[in-house]
């Protein structure tokens, strides 16, 4: 070959190379463009419906002790009107008999939640997704920004949610063993960015003699100290947030467990420390509703413990803890969720995602498209049931709410159909995360339940531990690369 050939193969290479990168770029442009046009479409929706929220707390207006369960007629305009500004197309369902079967504010509050919490549950969905493509500095600090808004108008549907159950009748708390030291440190770890971001100091300090497995309700304990350990970052703005843990035996077998939160930051007036942990006060400017330190005083409380502030104004707080935590008779076992592995199996793992939320379907889809999965997406609960029956999946995620045939009800068909045979693991996907939301779910014939927004570790943890030896999440050659990397 002479030099000038040379030179045509050289420039041909090198426009080929560049007609792939360029079409590369445009197709990240058009799946962030996709993406952000979903985030937009969401974020109207969950504007539409902010003012029915409020609306529905004031008429439910029970369990904040301002007036009574609503009527039956009220109940249903408001329902409507939720599910007009969310599904345009959706046939009212107040002629329908059994649909509306709870009149409590309480149970009116908790559908309330769900159908605001699925627009939001999506819309963090979508933010995860942006902030995987290529962005700029700007892009990533407003996908960031529309995930943590997002998850912050969760955190409040969920905080109203609860605060209604507890003033109506009290939430159910977990008595199952679990290991305190990772709990702690799992805290540490989902809070460290935001510690990072604004150059403070994330310091975790646990008695080395305390043991590390108790039995309690580790979902509720969680909750209680994300809030005060969200609370020290959120008005830190320079210094540092400690958590500290320690123990004394109160009787044979039992820990009064004592967990302290002190920061560096803006203190607490005097006057405020008084009220700091009442229902709607707000002792500083973008506090939110005032009901995070409400909510973890009653959840304390029912633990059968005790919360305390201690605080002057510029001089940092101090917010603890104390909880009776029986000790675990036996360790923890930790499961092996990192398990995406290829087990000599001949075919990919089969899935059936019940999801009737368009949005949701394409963020499920998005998470799990590196993985060796054959996904089929049912939009009803009545397509659950017939493609389960000629698809065969190796596991279902089924949606709870919605229209026509709910997810309770598919799973139970499918439990009757499948009378006999191999029981075929059914996950539950909710908005919903108080462990009393999930037992009718369970007692329906479903296995297990993951919260929305969805995430990905979770959701390829649940199907590497079901994946049959039959079957792989993980192709061969990927898994090969994998372990050769």
């Known amino acids: 070959m002479n030099v000038i050939d040379q030179l045509n193969v050289e420039r041909q290479a090198r426009g080929v190379a560049q007609s792939a990168r360029t079409a590369k770029r445009q197709a990240v442009i058009s799946e962030q463009e996709t993406l952000v046009g979903r985030a937009l479409g969401l974020a109207g929706e969950i504007d539409q419906q902010a003012p029915l929220l409020a609306q529905a707390v004031t008429w439910a207006g029970g369990p904040f002790g301002v007036g009574g369960p609503m009527d039956r007629p009220s109940a249903m305009t408001l329902l409507d009107a939720i599910l007009a500004a969310r599904k345009p197309n959706t046939a009212s369902p107040s002629g329908q008999s059994g649909w509306f079967p709870f009149l409590d504010p309480s149970s009116f509050l908790a559908h309330i939640a769900h159908e605001i919490a699925t627009p939001i549950t999506g819309l963090i969905g979508l933010a995860d997704l942006l902030c995987d493509t290529p962005l700029n500095a700007e892009q990533r600090v407003f996908a960031d920004t529309i995930k943590s808004g997002a998850t912050a108008a969760l955190a409040l549907t969920h905080d109203?949610?609860?605060?209604?159950?507890?003033?109506?009748?009290?939430?159910?708390?977990?008595?199952?063993?679990?290991?305190?030291?990772?709990?702690?440190?799992?805290?540490?770890?989902?809070?460290?960015?935001?510690?990072?971001?604004?150059?403070?100091?994330?310091?975790?300090?646990?008695?080395?003699?305390?043991?590390?497995?108790?039995?309690?309700?580790?979902?509720?304990?969680r909750q209680v100290v994300t809030n005060l350990v969200g609370n020290a970052v959120k008005f830190t703005k320079r210094g540092h947030v400690k958590i500290s843990v320690v123990g004394l035996e109160a009787e044979a077998g039992v820990q009064q467990v004592h967990i302290t939160v002190e920061d560096t930051g803006i203190g607490i007036a005097p006057n405020d420390l008084d009220k700091i942990f009442d229902p709607f006060h707000q002792a500083a400017p973008n506090a939110g509703l005032g009901l995070g330190l409400t909510l973890a005083r009653r959840l304390v409380d029912q633990m059968g413990g005790a919360i305390w502030a201690d605080s002057e104004t510029g001089q940092g707080s101090r917010f603890g803890i104390r909880v009776p935590l029986p000790i675990a008779d036996t360790p923890v076992m930790q499961l092996e969720t990192s398990a995406l592995r290829q087990e000599s199996t001949p075919r990919p793992m089969r899935i059936l995602a019940v999801e009737d939320n368009r949005t949701n379907q394409l963020v499920f889809q998005k998470m799990v498209r590196d993985l060796a999965v054959d996904v089929v997406f049912a939009n009803t609960g009545g397509e659950a049931v017939e493609i389960f029956q000629s698809f065969k999946p190796d596991l279902i995620f089924m949606d709870i709410a919605m229209p026509q045939m709910n997810g309770c009800q598919a799973t139970q068909i499918i439990r009757q159909i499948e009378a006999g045979r191999t029981r075929l693991p059914i996950i539950a996907l909710t908005a919903l995360s108080a462990q009393e939301d999930h037992a009718p779910v369970l007692a329906a014939g479903m296995d297990r339940c993951l919260t929305k927004p969805l995430q990905k570790a979770a959701l390829r943890a649940v199907m590497a531990e079901f994946c049959p030896k039959t079957a792989y999440v993980m192709s061969p050659a990927a898994q090969l690369g994998r372990v050769s990397a």
Request: with cysteine; aromatic share 4%; hydrophobic share 50%.
């Open 160 to 221: 109203i949610l609860d605060f209604a159950k507890i003033k109506a009748h009290g939430l159910s708390l977990l008595a199952q063993p679990f290991d305190l030291d990772n709990l702690i440190q799992d805290i540490a770890t989902l809070m460290q960015p935001v510690a990072r971001a604004k150059a403070l100091c994330l310091l975790v300090d646990i008695d080395p003699h305390l043991p590390r497995h108790f039995v309690g309700d580790p979902i509720r304990l």
